[in-house]
């Protein structure tokens, strides 16, 4: 009897790599989807076939007969734009594919993040104080009156965090948006600046049936890139009643089903936890949730078949410490601490995501992580 076989799209993504090794241990075959031609995770002994598709530009009409050529009943998206397919043509798709659905609007809301600061507050969870550049011209004034490091970031994309120290930074974080995104202002997508909390970056990761919770975990961050805040690059596995209370509201709020993470910082001066953003997929930092015991695209593939979950709510190992080999590289050259990285290796307490039973992804992953941080030395040195 053939094995099951899954469409993963959005599988270019890093993290796309612990998807498909978790469905592969669990017997499933997995058939990656990505816009570009070389990926790492293509690599993975447990992918059947590589396909192109853009999730961003391709149709349902598309994802139905590419899904039938190879033999998938059931999509599973790992970043924002398989989601994104997924919620606009749900009425196509969810007859036909299984899969985790979910209201477009209710989507759009997580996903952006001005909307989010407006849910939050209904939910009674704090939030730094969050302002929309609505003109250019005042971006400068915006920041002397909510007072500097401000984070800048855009309202729906990721990756465009950063951190303006005065009003010319600013203006030059508003200038490159621009050029970046010159119809956003047109179409209503003004950037954000949020205060700057000073603190450690805490995650809740939760997967849930309808709005309730079935699986959650919790992380905070050691390491992140960049250092002032960013992705994780190391973290550990974490607990606190508190913080579950803050992250299950936004699950049974907007009645998600599937996984979703909720990004907080725990600020120094006074231990309160703020939001930071929603992220309605999978996330980076899935291996150490996965190491630590709860295994969220296995568990996902249960919800979405209408089976049975094996786990417990809760059900995992505290302070296990799991560093991504590639992202871990980056903050280190950012702190210029290479030899604290190397120490790392020698740490029993520090799990990578290294598996040697299927190195060739990871390998790809690395090779790419140092020739950035190689140019990047080169970079500064000229």
Same mark, same amino acid.
């Given at each position: 009897?053939?094995?099951?076989r899954?469409?993963v799209l959005d599988?270019?993504?890093?993290?796309?790599l612990?998807?498909?090794?978790?469905? *592969?241990?669990?017997?499933?075959?997995?058939v990656?989807?990505?816009?570009?031609r070389?990926?790492p995770?293509?690599?993975s002994?447990?992918?059947?076939g590589?396909?192109?598709?853009d999730?961003?530009?391709?149709g349902p009409?598309r994802?139905?007969e590419l899904?039938?050529?190879?033999?998938?009943?059931?999509?599973?998206?790992? *970043? #924002?734009p398989g989601?994104?397919l997924?919620c606009r043509?749900?009425?196509?798709?969810?007859?036909?594919?299984a899969?985790a659905?979910?209201?477009?609007?209710?989507?759009?809301?997580?996903a952006n993040?001005?909307?989010t600061?407006?849910?939050a507050?209904?939910l009674?969870?704090a939030?730094?104080?969050?302002?929309?550049i609505d003109d250019?011209?005042?971006?400068?004034?915006?920041?002397?009156?909510?007072?500097?490091p401000?984070?800048?970031?855009?309202a729906v994309?990721?990756?465009?965090v950063?951190?303006p120290r005065?009003?010319?930074e #600013?203006?030059a974080?508003v200038?490159d948006?621009?050029?970046?995104?010159?119809?956003?202002?047109?179409?209503?997508r003004?950037?954000l600046?949020q205060?700057?909390?000073?603190?450690?970056?805490?995650g809740?990761?939760?997967?849930?049936?309808?709005?309730?919770l079935?699986?959650?975990?919790m992380?905070?961050r050691?390491h992140?890139?960049p250092?002032t805040?960013?992705?994780?690059?190391?973290?550990?596995?974490?607990?606190d009643?508190a913080?579950?209370?803050l992250?299950?509201?936004?699950f049974?709020?907007t009645?998600?089903?599937?996984?979703a993470?909720?990004?907080?910082?725990?600020?120094?001066?006074?231990?309160?936890y703020?939001?930071i953003?929603?992220?309605p997929?999978f996330? *980076?930092?899935?291996?150490?949730?996965?190491a630590?015991?709860?295994?969220f695209?296995?568990?996902l593939?249960s919800l979405?078949?209408?089976?049975?979950t094996?786990s417990r709510?809760?059900?995992?190992r505290?302070?296990?410490?799991?560093?991504?080999l590639?992202?871990?590289?980056?903050?280190?050259?950012?702190?210029r601490d290479?030899?604290g990285y190397v120490?790392?290796?020698g740490?029993?307490?520090?799990?990578d995501?290294?598996?040697l039973?299927?190195? #060739?992804?990871?390998?790809? #992953?690395?090779?790419?992580?140092?020739?950035r941080?190689?140019g990047?030395?080169v970079g500064r040195?000229?």
């Amino acid at each position: 009897m053939p094995a099951e076989r899954v469409l993963v799209l959005d599988a270019q993504l890093r993290h796309s790599l612990a998807i498909v090794r978790s469905l *592969g241990r669990v017997g499933v075959e997995v058939v990656a989807a990505a816009p570009v031609r070389r990926f790492p995770s293509a690599r993975s002994r447990h992918v059947a076939g590589t396909i192109r598709f853009d999730a961003r530009r391709d149709g349902p009409e598309r994802l139905l007969e590419l899904a039938h050529a190879h033999a998938a009943d059931v999509v599973i998206a790992a *970043g #924002l734009p398989g989601n994104e397919l997924l919620c606009r043509h749900r009425s196509a798709l969810e007859g036909s594919l299984a899969g985790a659905y979910n209201d477009l609007g209710e989507f759009e809301r997580l996903a952006n993040k001005r909307a989010t600061v407006e849910l939050a507050a209904t939910l009674g969870v704090a939030t730094p104080v969050t302002v929309e550049i609505d003109d250019p011209a005042r971006a400068a004034a915006i920041g002397a009156q909510l007072g500097y490091p401000l984070v800048f970031k855009s309202a729906v994309d990721q990756g465009t965090v950063r951190y303006p120290r005065d009003g010319g930074e #600013l203006n030059a974080c508003v200038a490159d948006y621009l050029r970046a995104d010159p119809t956003g202002y047109a179409e209503g997508r003004p950037p954000l600046v949020q205060q700057y909390v000073d603190g450690d970056g805490h995650g809740f990761f939760g997967l849930a049936d309808r709005g309730r919770l079935i699986a959650h975990f919790m992380h905070r961050r050691l390491h992140e890139v960049p250092p002032t805040g960013g992705p994780s690059a190391m973290a550990m596995s974490w607990r606190d009643p508190a913080l579950r209370v803050l992250g299950e509201r936004f699950f049974a709020a907007t009645g998600w089903h599937g996984v979703a993470m909720v990004e907080f910082k725990r600020a120094r001066r006074d231990g309160v936890y703020y939001l930071i953003e929603v992220n309605p997929k999978f996330w *980076g930092s899935l291996d150490l949730a996965i190491a630590s015991g709860v295994d969220f695209p296995a568990l996902l593939l249960s919800l979405v078949r209408g089976q049975p979950t094996t786990s417990r709510d809760g059900d995992y190992r505290d302070d296990v410490i799991l560093r991504s080999l590639t992202m871990d590289l980056a903050y280190a050259v950012a702190r210029r601490d290479l030899r604290g990285y190397v120490r790392a290796f020698g740490d029993r307490r520090v799990k990578d995501d290294l598996d040697l039973r299927d190195p #060739l992804p990871t390998t790809a #992953l690395f090779a790419t992580g140092v020739r950035r941080a190689l140019g990047s030395r080169v970079g500064r040195a000229r």
